[in-house]
Structure formats: structure tokens, C-alpha cells
């Protein structure tokens, strides 16, 4: 996803209504019940994914660890918004709903106390970089990722999940 597109569905609300819209449609994005035994498989996935990511450094697989930082925020990413009874079959679909649920939401005090700090333009721009970055580790035939960008992508996505753990916990 190219810049522009995410800044359009972050500023436009009618473009994001008419994602979602489709998504829905599509049988792409579901809206289910919350299912909490589901939300805490995801993120048992996503921590799970983390520990790779650091075994795959030690390992100087950096690919494989730019992969698992990605899958790592994408698990996060469903369990969240999971709690607001939505399932997704693709990014696309779980960017739209994370950004619909909980991007500068006029919420309740409660809501606003949990989820104020959560999920600003630097989060989402943060989860799709990562994405991006998985699709050049896994389908290009770039092999050569330093230990410095890996590392640096790891923290961040351990940031992001355990920014979405503290949420999940209130």
C-alpha cells in the first residue's frame, strides 16, 4: 500500500466507509461476535512470532525475521479487532477495521483513557511499512538485510504488540 492510499483512508472518511462497504460484501471483512478465546490465540501467535523474530536474528536470518515482525503486528492486529466483532481474511481489510474502530474515535472517558495513546498515524504507517517490508523478505530475491534494520523493525514491532496487550488487558 502506497502512502497516499493509507492517507486516504485515514483522512477520508467516505473512502474508508466505501472499503469497508466492499470488504463486507467481499465476505473479506466479517463481522462476528467477539470471541475471546480467539483474541487470546492471536496474540499467543503474535508473541509466539516475536520469539522467532529474535531466534532469526541470532540466526542472521533476516529475512525470515522481517517476515515474523510482520505476522507478529498482523496477529496483534486481528485480535484487536476482534474485540469490536470484526474477523478479516486480509490487510487490507484489518487496516480498514483498525483504522474504522479505533483511529480518533470520539469514545466514552473509559474508551478514551484505553484507547487514547493507541494507534496514531505513526502505528498504522508503522504496520503497513512492516507489511511491505515482509513482501520484499518473502517474495523478492533481495537477500541482504542488516542486523541493524532488522533489529530496529523487531523492537518496533514488539512496541506494537505490546501496545495492543495492555489494551486487551483493560
Not at 492486529?77 to 480498514?96: D, M, P, Q, V
Not at 483504522?99 to 498504522?124: G, N, R, W
Not at 504507517?125 to 533489529?151: G, P, Q
Amino acid at each position: 500500500m502506497k502512502e497516499y492510499e493509507l492517507k486516504q483512508l485515514l483522512e477520508n472518511q467516505q473512502t474508508l466507509d466505501r472499503n469497508i462497504k466492499e470488504l463486507i460484501e467481499k465476505k473479506v471483512l466479517v463481522k462476528q461476535a467477539p470471541d475471546f478465546a480467539e483474541v487470546k490465540g492471536h496474540m499467543l501467535k503474535a508473541e509466539n512470532n516475536l520469539r522467532f523474530v529474535a531466534e532469526n536474528i541470532r540466526l542472521k536470518f533476516y529475512d525470515w525475521s522481517i517476515t515474523g515482525c510482520y505476522y507478529a503486528c498482523y496477529h496483534a492486529a486481528l485480535a484487536l479487532i476482534l474485540t469490536k466483532g470484526y474477523s478479516s481474511k486480509n490487510h487490507l481489510a484489518t487496516l480498514c477495521a483498525l483504522i474504522k474502530e479505533f483511529y480518533k474515535k470520539s469514545l466514552t472517558k473509559e474508551d478514551i483513557e484505553l484507547f487514547s495513546a493507541f494507534l496514531d498515524y505513526q502505528d498504522v504507517l508503522f504496520y503497513v511499512e512492516s507489511k511491505n517490508k515482509r513482501e520484499d523478505a518473502t517474495y523478492s530475491t533481495k537477500i541482504i538485510f542488516d542486523d541493524k534494520e532488522t533489529t530496529h523493525l523487531r523492537i518496533k514491532a514488539t512496541m506494537f504488540v505490546s501496545k495492543i496487550g495492555e489494551i486487551l488487558k483493560k
